[in-house]
């Protein structure tokens, strides 16, 4: 078993920046992927970034790119998600993820890819 737990979330003004955190604990040596999902009132739950943690690889939703930054802390388990310039339309429960196997060989931007979950830190970005 792997445990998230997620940190960093809060309110800004649009253009402002935030970064999240997510640490890992338990039998992370199983851990091949960690993402960043988003979930807006009535709306489904999205990709914003994910990493694959041996090879480094990164993958952002267009809407994000250039703005958001993805990275990881090996040693300590833990990953990052550095937000700059931040939007009114990045408000949203920001959900932690980690996953072994069907995110390696499947797609890993979508959410049943990943077996475990963070209990989720919100974001509000006003105008």
């Known amino acids: 078993q792997v445990q998230l737990v997620e940190s960093g979330g809060g309110s800004v003004q649009a253009g402002g920046s935030l970064r999240l955190s997510c640490a890992a604990s338990?039998?992370?040596?199983?851990?091949?992927?960690m993402g960043w999902f988003r979930q807006a009132p009535g709306k489904e739950r999205e990709v914003v970034a994910n990493?694959?943690?041996?090879?480094?690889?990164?993958y952002y939703v267009d809407s994000v790119k250039g703005r958001f930054t993805i990275s990881q802390d090996n040693p300590n388990d833990t990953v990052y998600l550095q937000m700059n310039s931040l939007k009114p339309e990045d408000t949203a429960m920001y959900y932690c993820a980690a996953g072994d196997t069907l995110c390696f060989f499947g797609d890993s931007r979508r959410p049943p890819m990943y077996n475990y979950w963070g209990q989720g830190t919100q974001v509000t970005v006003s105008s």
């Open positions: 990493i694959y943690t041996d090879a480094g690889v990164t």
């Open positions: 338990g039998y992370t040596d199983s851990i091949n992927c």
